[in-house]
């Protein structure tokens, strides 16, 4: 396959391949399944995930990815491989070139691990550039304007706040609260509430159902099933919307806590400009309900979800692939 470019947004919670051209191909969670008794990989993907919380003993399946890093780097390799097989084909001319995303936060130890992962899996070369401005592209964000532009991008593992102007980051900062994070507190008061034991699969579905990041006046409510901790027998029980609300209080607060800290770093013009335009969330956590009203309410300045902003940062890789001339200068950070 004549596949020479090749972006691939490396999420905690799910991995996403863009082709110039041909557009997402990819769009699968970030799970990999692993026999124990001969150490080979037998699921990627959807299939994996399906096996979450279901495996015998000789079958692990984990997420190699942690808090938007690779806290398992065979693993990784092995997901990546995989994913660029899946679109290249086995037999290929060219080994493709790859821009990948990560946290901006990260350290030049976990970016160099990022490079030498994709490179192992066969990548040609690989780029690196930072999560929140690969997400401003893809929301449409005008980056190399001199004005100030704030991005919220809040993922599976991480919340990366970052103030973009001239096409680069001016301020930055990622904090470990994400999708994932809200998916264990939801299960978490479930169990101090009710004595319940729910999968994070279970905390998930309640998330997208029925979860608000402000308390509802009109509730709902949903059904859930799991094992009663004191009995140990399977149990139904209901929970409403502003349950959920309340189990999520802490998690919110620390992603309003960055907004705030990336807002008392940022120089007063770039601030003006932010207050005028509004600040821009996107990733998956956007999708929870209320949550840029909770932001606008708490932090005073208005907010706004971009367009599909689960695709916000697989979007600019596209975009930086297809203009890699134009972004190459401003945006990489490493070969």
């Known amino acids: 396959m004549f596949i020479r470019k ?15 051209g041909r557009g997402i191909v990819i769009n699968e969670p970030s799970v990999v399944a692993i026999s124990m008794i001969d150490n080979t990989v037998l699921a990627v993907g959807n299939e994996a995930k399906e096996m979450l919380g279901r495996t015998p003993d000789t079958i692990v399946a984990s997420r190699p990815m942690k808090d938007g890093v690779i806290a398992d780097y065979r693993v990784t390799e092995a997901m990546l491989r ?23 936060g990260v350290t030049s130890t976990e970016r160099r691990a990022v490079v030498d992962a994709a490179v192992k899996a066969g990548a040609k070369s690989a780029y690196v550039v930072k999560e929140p401005l690969l997400a401003a592209i893809g929301a449409g964000i005008p980056i190399h304007n001199a004005q100030g532009n704030m991005i919220v991008n809040i993922g599976g593992g991480t919340s990366e706040i970052a103030v973009i102007s001239l096409g680069g980051v001016v301020v930055a900062h990622s904090a470990r609260v994400g999708g994932n994070k809200f998916d264990q507190a939801i299960s978490d008061y479930i169990k101090r509430k009710y004595g319940l034991a729910v999968g994070d699969r279970t905390a998930e579905e309640i998330k997208i159902e029925i979860g608000s990041a ?3 006046v009109k509730e709902e409510h949903m059904d859930i099933r799991g094992r009663d901790l004191m009995g140990g027998l399977p149990k139904t029980v209901k929970i409403s919307s502003n349950e959920v609300t309340e189990a999520l209080q802490d998690e919110l607060r620390e992603v309003i806590n ?22 821009v969330l996107s990733g998956g956590g956007a999708l929870l309900r209320n949550l840029d009203q909770l ?5 005073g ?23 890699l001339d134009l972004y190459k200068r401003t945006i990489m950070l490493s070969k």
Do not use: W
Request: with cysteine; proline share 8%; aromatic share 8%.
């Open 258 to 279: 960055a907004i705030k800290k990336v807002f008392q770093e940022t120089p007063p013009e770039l601030a003006a400009d932010i207050m005028d335009k509004g600040m």
């Open 6 to 20: 090749m972006g691939i947004d490396l999420g905690t919670a799910n991995t996403l391949v863009f082709v110039p």
């Open 301 to 323: 300045v208005p907010c706004y979800v971009a367009d599909d902003p689960l695709f916000c940062v697989i979007k600019g890789t596209g975009i930086s692939l297809e203009n």
């Open 295 to 299: 932001i606008t309410k708490t932090i």
């Open 214 to 216: 402000i308390a509802q």
């Open 82 to 104: 995989y994913f660029i097989n899946k679109v290249s084909g086995k037999v290929r001319f060219f080994r493709p070139e790859i821009m990948l995303s990560i946290p901006a």
